[in-house]
Structure formats: structure tokens, C-alpha cells
């Protein structure tokens, strides 16, 4: 009975998923002591971690839930600009590489743009069909907290969406698929199609 018990509790929902992270500059190099935070998107108020990369660029393994997380990779007053990743958890071993870029020299300082502008976005499945029912988060490149959005596709798979940043970065999950696109900042309408169909 005891053994039964034991093949239950392991075969219970909530398995969680192995996820590796490993943070390299543009050759491929580890960087070590890249502040890395790992985020629940699911989860608003859920941050998961906040931990300094190993001398490998590596964070310890994670055990996440199935969901969508965000990495992000940052080196505040560093060399390297900040990096951001979404990802879909379901249920195969994950392996995250952020690649962070080098910090250009800065002119008179950062300048951060916060307007109203609208856009119209129209999510397509890869067959050309409007995926209905998607959401779609947006964000500025660095996922500034206060600048995030979230919406959810209408029946002609589309949602009325502000940019938040230039440029404004989209990522649409529908089904179990992910999707991340830069937006053109002067299109009044833009279209993202899927690169495949969800599970």
C-alpha cells in the first residue's frame, strides 16, 4: 500500500520541469556575476529568483511549474546591456542561453519614452487563421516593470495595443507556443504570424 501511495504522490499534477541557464557575451564566453532574475509571468507579484551567475555563467537548475517565465540577464552601471527571454515550461528539459550584448557609450544620457501611441496588432497561426484567444504581453526591450502590458486577442485575432517603448517587443503565446517580435514604430497595423501550429 505504501508503494502505491509513493506511485501516486509522483505521478501527481504539479511535476515540475528542469530549466538550465547559462549567460555567454556575443562569442559564446561565460560571464560570471551576471545578475540574472527569473520571473513568473503568470504570476505578476512572483518572482522566482534573483541570483549572480557562477563562474560557468550558469544559475543553479531550477524545478519550475509548467507556465511562462521571463529571464532576464542585467549588469547595472556594467559592460553588458541587459538581455530579456520569455519561455514556455511544459514538460521536456529546458536549456536558456542569454546572450548579452556590450554596453554602447552613452551621449547626454538615456532617454525613455512613455506614450499612449496605439497600434493595432493581428496575431495569425501559422495556416494563415486568426489565432483568436491569444495573449499577447507587451514590453520595452529591457521589461521595465511599470511598462508592461498584457492583452488578449479577439475572434479576428486581433487587440488594440500601446507601445511602450522603442522599440515595443511583442510575445504572443497561443496554445503551447511562443512567439517574441520587435514592433515597427510607424506602422499603424502590424501582423505577427506564428511559426507553428499549438500542441
Given at each position: 500500500m505504501k508503494l502505491l501511495f509513493l506511485a501516486l504522490l509522483l505521478l501527481a499534477p504539479g511535476a515540475s520541469t528542469q530549466v538550465s541557464v547559462t549567460v555567454e557575451d556575443t562569442s559564446g564566453s561565460a560571464l560570471k556575476d551576471e545578475l540574472v532574475i527569473i520571473q513568473d509571468l503568470y504570476n505578476r507579484e512572483h518572482e522566482i529568483l534573483r541570483v549572480l551567475t557562477d563562474k560557468d555563467g550558469k544559475l543553479p537548475v531550477l524545478n519550475l511549474q509548467p507556465g511562462l517565465y521571463r529571464a532576464i540577464a542585467t549588469a547595472p552601471y556594467g559592460y553588458w546591456q541587459t538581455e530579456v527571454k520569455e519561455f514556455l515550461v511544459a514538460e521536456k528539459h529546458l536549456n536558456i542561453a542569454l546572450r548579452v550584448r556590450p554596453m554602447p557609450t552613452h551621449g547626454a544620457g538615456d532617454i525613455v519614452a512613455i506614450g499612449?501611441?496605439?497600434?493595432?496588432?493581428?496575431?495569425?497561426?501559422?495556416?494563415?487563421?486568426?489565432?483568436?484567444?491569444?495573449?499577447?504581453?507587451?514590453?520595452?526591450?529591457?521589461?521595465?516593470?511599470?511598462?508592461?502590458?498584457?492583452?488578449?486577442?479577439?475572434?479576428?485575432?486581433?487587440?488594440?495595443?500601446?507601445?511602450?517603448?522603442?522599440?515595443?517587443v511583442a510575445v504572443v503565446v497561443f496554445g503551447n507556443s511562443l512567439t517574441t517580435r520587435e514592433l515597427p514604430p510607424n506602422d499603424a497595423e502590424f501582423t505577427m504570424r506564428l511559426s507553428s501550429a499549438p500542441d
Open positions: 499612449t501611441k496605439k497600434q493595432r496588432l493581428r496575431v495569425l497561426q501559422a495556416n494563415g487563421s486568426a489565432a483568436s484567444g491569444a495573449e499577447v504581453y507587451v514590453r520595452d526591450r529591457d521589461a521595465t516593470l511599470h511598462l508592461e502590458r498584457g492583452y488578449k486577442t479577439d475572434l479576428k485575432g486581433e487587440a488594440q495595443i500601446e507601445l511602450v517603448g522603442d522599440p515595443t
